[in-house]
């Protein structure tokens, strides 16, 4: 679904430019949800816009389904922190949702409909006709989420799109991704500085080194589904790996290899 091959980008020029991307390689697989997390600046939202086609990179190449990112491709969305700049206030939250249907080429009632059954899925349907800013921020963020939805993107890219609302709320929206991800088969890469939501929610997370930012490691998240906001985080193993990506975005490497409800005692004299 995305390949990034050797992604390089230089904010400015001369005594003032900025390496922001120091060579990214990355390959998603269709239906992956793969977080990336990294110390804060390092440039995350600079691959994710890269991606996107927000940004033109310096150097290197990101391709989605095999076709090189000129211009922001046709069948991706994305999900901002700040909702507040990305919903439209004079419109209703019906057709913030509806809007980019347009770009589908899907008629009026066809773009209704799909805009109802996006609000269904965040569980907003009562609020279709409100505007924006008559919705808490977490009310806000499902309509974001829901726009994004009704688009059915095949690549969904979302930018700390939990980082603007209070905890409970997080919890939710975490949940809610990972409840429509699982009916809508879709691929998302999700930028996050919140080392637990990155394992409780990703399949795989990356991690970043701090500009110019390369991968420092890949790590899969092999916990068992459904996964759930007590249960999953009382895990040994979600607690040896989110320790384990804490350490690598603190540039510490120094981590055991073996979960510590695995360890043998030959294992603890060894390590
Ligand atoms: P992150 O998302 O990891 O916090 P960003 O990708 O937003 O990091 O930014 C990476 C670095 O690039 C930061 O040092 C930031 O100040 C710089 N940067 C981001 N956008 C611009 C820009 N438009 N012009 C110049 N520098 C920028």
């Not at 409909?113 to 924006?132: C, D, H, Q, S």
């Not at 974001?144 to 930018?159: C, E, G, K, Q």
């Amino acid at each position: 679904m995305l390949d990034v091959v050797n992604l390089t980008h230089t904010y400015g020029s001369g005594p003032d430019a900025h390496r922001a991307l120091g060579g990214i390689d990355l390959n998603v697989p269709e239906g992956q949800l793969v977080c990336v997390v990294g110390p804060s600046g390092c440039g995350k939202s600079t691959l994710l816009r890269s991606i996107a086609g927000l940004v033109r990179p310096t150097g290197g190449e990101v391709r989605v389904k095999g076709r090189p990112v000129t211009a922001t491709p046709d069948d991706l969305a994305v999900v901002f922190q700040d909702y507040s700049r990305s919903l439209f206030p004079w419109m209703s939250v019906r057709d913030n949702v509806a809007l980019p249907l347009r770009r589908r080429g899907l008629d009026r009632a066809a773009r209704r409909t799909a805009a109802a059954e996006a609000l269904a899925a965040v569980g907003l349907e009562i609020a279709a006709a409100k505007y924006p800013w008559q919705l808490s921020g977490g009310m806000q963020q499902r309509v974001a989420i829901a726009r994004a939805l009704a688009y059915r993107p095949s690549l969904l890219l979302m930018d700390e799109p939990f980082g603007s609302v209070d905890a409970q709320t997080r919890e939710d929206l975490e949940d809610l991704v990972l409840a429509v991800r699982g009916h809508h088969r879709m691929t998302i890469v999700l930028i996050t500085h919140d080392i637990d939501e990155s394992v409780y929610v990703g399949d795989r997370v990356v991690v970043l080194t701090k500009a110019p930012a390369v991968v420092a490691a890949d790590l899969r998240v092999d916990l068992p589904g459904p996964r759930d906001q007590i249960g999953t985080r009382e895990l040994p193993a979600f607690v040896h790996l989110r320790s384990e990506v804490s350490r690598l975005v603190r540039g510490r490497p120094e981590f055991s290899m073996t979960p510590p409800h695995m360890m043998t005692p030959s294992h603890i004299n060894k390590e």
